[in-house]
């Protein structure tokens, strides 16, 4: 061991001096080696034998050299110590104390890497709390109780010496036959961009590094096929795409982006300076760190065709404002390092990243001369109670009650049960693609799964003691084998209700029906599951269809069900969450982040359609939903009356209260989201129908009223006019008020004075709601 600058006096280890001094001090003492090392990652513990875990992984996972050897320039950071094989945590905490302890006595400067870990439905650790998706997140229409979660998450990933978690996923979802749809938080910006920025606030407020994606337009793939190019007017990405990320960084104080792959209009984002730079920096202010999507610099070359080399990749990606490869090192190492010696690509880029990577650091304590890795404890509880709650009460408020047909629901004490379908008895079906059993534990079937979890048979077992609960699963997730029909039916037959299970197994690059790489040709239940739900319609006996999935799929055609359920993989609490809404222990509250199709065919849309977009005589196709954005019912029932509008002029730069009363007239308490919407008749472009504005979730008990008032600013009226620069415009805006999209029961108007004026990246971006 060596005695390292940080370690011997150097003043830019000093925590008393300020941030940017420190850097500049730090930066004039490197060498080009030195400083490139500070952008680069290394992926400890991968196996090119291993079934990916990040596309084209062993295309781009070359042989590296020895880690002495490796690090000894120093290093940028070290991907997912926990997120790769399946690591006792207590034993994950020593492997990453160790390796950072080596990386800071193996070079001369000493300088420690940043960690990073995937989590995004929880820490994607083994034996880590398995929360519900983002789309399970949206469905509760609750950011206090995302922000919580990322909280809890933060402190987790901070206690263990990890700085950097990837996640919150932005894309706001634009077809749903795209994969990643379980990693969206909904279909529209609001929503995402609210639910997006408390999360984001909540990692950061434990000093862990938010880091936003995919920036921007991933979601909006052609045909929903991952990767495949997006075909999309500035206009729509201005204010659907780029919404989110703008409310993330001003709400949420996100100190880290991460570009996306898909190339929007013929460009890749990761070689796009008018977004990285021109827009991210000039225009939002954002001075944190860039980071690359996995292989995402390689990509330019092999899949984009923009680059000819792994070192032009990298000078392109330098020069668009990406800061730091991940996950390993290709790129920014020796192919850039001899375009810098060459005097091809200039050394004030390379020092322009270097110094936002440093400036991290530097806040993060790594630069400190007391810094030391953060002990291991003997061991770690990545699953206690209080996780298991949080991740419970999520899993309830995420359950959206579609339909109850002659109020089937709740049961009432049913003699038997029969529980049907693939997702009856398989935990996998609960949980998303970055939950660390689909992810990466699949690949080790010997390991057990790490966290307790029931089936959702098992659960309605534990829920219904004394009742009979019979099961068949019928068909499997996928494929085509009908051959579990006849015992299905069997087992039906003879029961007084039936609990069909249906829905999607997460996985990567085709290994499941929803996850990454795993779109859809259509919203047709995968294999043969419309044919056993449409077997088990026809029989005499109510049929609850309970939807477990990562996607919604149309549902016109199982309009014989009793009653149907929608859950977005609710993970390791879901199944305790659905049989509670079964039995009417939980009221349910949840509301669709996404509408929820009538057929299947090839038009997938979002609720965020202008006047042309929906149905007309115009065209012989209907995409009216089978249930819209918005919806969900409960065990009771919420009326809504007395609109008021404070006023019925609204300055261009002013803003006006919308209020109503909202009361429980049922007979048990109960929680209704009440959701605010504006629509512009007459506007310089076409504005969707309906948008939302504004929304809050209210718990009432039986009889109890309150008048839920929204404040909105004439701001959120903005859009991006015919000259491509956000304005508001003077006319009249309508107001909705109701239960969704479509159920708006309170209906008003206001009108904008003024002269159009031009907003920017510090508008009013929220509309505040108070309950009295």
Not at 195 to 216: I, M, Q
Not at 318 to 323: E, K, N, P
Not at 358 to 368: A, I, V, W
Not at 753 to 770: I, N
């Amino acid at each position: 061991m060596h005695p390292d600058s940080r370690t011997t006096g150097a003043a830019w280890a000093d925590p008393s001096r300020p941030v940017d001094e420190r850097v500049d001090l730090l930066l004039a003492d490197m060498t080009v080696e030195e400083k490139l090392a500070q952008l680069v990652g290394v992926w400890v513990g991968v196996s090119p034998d291993a079934a990916e875990v990040a596309p084209a992984q062993h295309e781009f996972s070359e042989p590296l050299p020895e880690w002495s050897e490796l690090t000894k320039p120093g290093l940028g950071q070290l991907t997912r110590v926990f997120g790769t094989s399946p690591l006792d945590p207590a034993v994950g905490a020593r492997v990453l104390a160790d390796t950072q302890r080596r990386l800071v006595e193996g070079s001369r400067l000493g300088i420690p890497a940043m960690a990073h870990e995937e989590c995004l439905s929880g820490f994607t650790a083994w034996q880590a709390t398995v929360f519900p998706i983002p789309l399970a997140w949206g469905a509760t229409f609750d950011p206090d109780v995302v922000e919580r979660m990322a909280t809890a998450i933060g402190e987790q990933l901070r206690g263990i010496g990890v700085h950097q978690g990837l996640a919150p996923v932005l894309d706001v979802t634009r077809d749903p036959r795209w994969g990643r749809t379980e990693e969206t938080i909904g279909e529209d910006p609001y929503l995402v961009g609210l639910l997006g920025a408390a999360y984001t606030r909540g990692l950061e407020s434990t000093g862990v590094v938010a880091t936003l994606k995919h920036f921007a337009g991933y979601s909006a793939s052609r045909s929903g096929r991952n990767h495949a190019p997006v075909s999309m007017g500035p206009r729509e990405f201005a204010d659907v795409v780029l919404t989110p990320f703008e409310m993330a960084l001003r709400l949420g104080g996100a100190r880290s982006v991460m570009h996306s792959y898909a190339d929007v209009d013929g460009v890749p984002p990761a070689a796009n300076p008018m977004l990285l730079t021109e827009l991210l920096r000039g225009t939002w202010g954002f001075d944190g760190v860039v980071v690359a999507d996995y292989f995402g610099v390689s990509f330019l070359e092999s899949a984009h065709g923009v680059a000819s080399s792994p070192g032009h990749a990298a000078a392109l990606a330098l020069a668009a404002g990406v800061d730091v490869e991940l996950p390993t090192v290709r790129c920014f190492g020796d192919p850039l390092l001899d375009l810098v010696r060459n005097g091809d690509v200039s050394e004030e880029l390379v020092d322009r990243a270097v110094a936002r990577v440093l400036r991290q650091k530097c806040e993060l304590g790594l630069l400190d001369a007391d810094w030391a890795p953060t002990p291991a404890p003997e061991s770690i509880d990545l699953d206690p109670p209080a996780m298991r709650d949080l991740a419970r009460t999520m899993a309830e408020r995420s359950v959206v009650l579609l339909d109850n047909n002659r109020n089937t629901l709740p049961l009432a004490a049913p003699r038997r049960i029969a529980v049907v379908g693939p997702c009856a008895d398989d935990v996998l079906t609960l949980m998303g693609c970055y939950s660390f059993p689909s992810h990466v534990g699949v690949q080790h079937p010997e390991v057990p799964i790490g966290v307790e979890i029931l089936t959702v048979l098992e659960a309605i077992r534990e829920e219904f003691p004394d009742t009979e609960v019979v099961h068949a699963q019928g068909c499997a997730v996928d494929g085509d084998d009908l051959g579990g029909l006849a015992e299905a039916i069997r087992v039906v037959r003879d029961a007084d209700v039936c609990v069909a299970v249906l829905g999607d197994r997460a996985g990567l690059f085709g290994r499941g029906t929803s996850g990454e790489g795993c779109d859809a040709e259509d919203l047709t239940l995968p294999g043969v599951q419309s044919d056993l739900l449409t077997a088990l319609l026809e029989l005499d006996v109510p049929v609850v269809a309970v939807m477990v999935a990562g996607r919604p799929y149309a549902l016109g055609e199982f309009r014989g069900a009793a009653a149907t359920l929608q859950t977005f993989f609710p993970g390791e609490e879901g199944a305790g969450a659905i049989a509670g809404v079964l039995s009417g222990r939980v009221n349910p509250s949840g509301k669709l982040p996404v509408q929820v199709p009538n057929g299947s065919g090839g038009q997938p849309s979002t609720y965020l359609h202008p006047k042309l977009g929906g149905p007309g005589g115009v065209s012989s196709v209907d995409p009216t939903p089978r249930f819209p954005f918005g919806h969900g019912l409960s065990y009771t029932a919420f009326t809504y009356r007395r609109l008021e509008l404070s006023r019925d002029t609204v300055p261009i730069d002013g803003e006006v209260e919308v209020s109503c009363v909202v009361q429980n007239t049922g007979l048990r308490a109960g929680a209704e989201v009440v959701q605010l919407y504006l629509h512009d008749p007459v506007a310089s472009v076409t504005r969707p129908v309906r948008q939302l504005v504004g929304f809050t979730r209210v718990e009432l008990e039986a009889g109890e009223s309150v008048r839920v008032t929204f404040t909105v600013h004439a701001d959120r009226t903005s859009f991006t006019g015919v000259s491509g620069r956000r304005i508001v415009e003077p006319g009249v805006v309508d107001v909705h008020v109701g239960a969704s999209s479509e159920d708006t029961r309170l209906s008003g108007s206001f009108c904008v004075v003024g002269s159009p004026r031009e907003v920017g990246y510090d508008r009013v971006l929220t509309t505040p709601v108070a309950l009295g």
